[in-house]
């Protein structure tokens, strides 16, 4: 099946530590994109590609980055320059460059700092 | 910058009526398209609607429907014989035709009341 997976579903972290989340598609979409989702908020994106080896910056990318190596793959790494991490984390997928078209998203991963 | 606005943070109503959320955005763009996506308990996000900017109909899904004001630049979502079902945080988002960039309102939580 078709799909977009993202795994830990949970992960912990100890404050100073780097930690790698990872998003994987099988859906053959071109661009991806990572946010953040705090309780009772909305979504705010942090990074986004629209190509492999290509990727820009969304409204709150400060703590964190992103390599798009493979078309398939977008991991997103939070540094222990990102002063509050915890957070739940949601990918996405959508087929257009240019958008417009209906983006998929993984189940999300919820990191705490312990 | 565009940004993407929703004044409701919560809103309920009675099983069969019908409610309106409201969306209002930004961009100096004229092509873009617009989205309400629904995030129930569970955290998946599910699309519900989408309208492209260049098209005046308004997009209908079954019991959805929006009011796409372009000068006004609003995007209001209308859920008619509202089912229990429907209970979710809902999101307005836009993505940009230039950059397909996405990004997402603050959301409305919904509540249906039986």
């Known amino acids: 099946d078709g799909g977009i997976t993202q795994s830990p579903k949970y992960l912990f972290r100890k404050e100073g530590q780097n930690v790698t989340l990872s998003c994987e598609q099988n859906?053959?979409?071109?661009?991806m994109y990572w946010y953040r989702q705090d309780p009772g908020q909305g979504l705010r994106l942090i990074y986004y590609?629209?190509?492999?080896?290509?990727?820009q910056k969304g409204d709150i990318a400060e703590g964190y980055s992103v390599s798009r190596e493979k078309k398939e793959s977008f991991p997103l790494t939070v540094t222990s320059a990102q002063k509050n991490p915890t957070a739940f984390y949601l990918c996405?997928?959508?087929?257009?460059?240019?958008?417009?078209?209906?983006?998929?998203f993984g189940q999300g991963t919820r990191l705490t700092v312990v | 910058a565009q940004t993407v606005t929703q004044s409701q943070p919560e809103m309920s109503v009675q099983e069969a009526e019908t409610v309106t959320l409201s969306c209002t955005y930004d961009?100096?763009?004229?092509?873009?398209?617009l989205f309400w996506y629904k995030q129930p308990p569970s955290r998946q996000m599910i699309l519900v609607i989408r309208?492209?900017?260049?098209?005046?109909q308004n997009a209908t899904e079954n019991r959805f429907s929006v009011n796409f004001q372009k000068a006004a630049k609003s995007f209001s979502l209308k859920i008619s014989d509202s089912q229990l079902g429907d209970t979710a945080m809902y999101f307005c988002a836009f993505s940009s035709s230039n950059t397909g960039k996405l990004i997402f309102g603050q959301g409305t939580t919904l509540q249906v009341k039986p």
């Open positions: 996405a997928s959508s087929i257009l460059k240019g958008g417009g078209t209906e983006a998929f």
């Open positions: 859906l053959n979409h071109d661009a």
């Open positions: 590609s629209q190509i492999v080896n290509d990727f």
């Open positions: 309208q492209e900017a260049y098209k005046q």
């Open positions: 961009t100096s763009e004229n092509n873009y398209y």
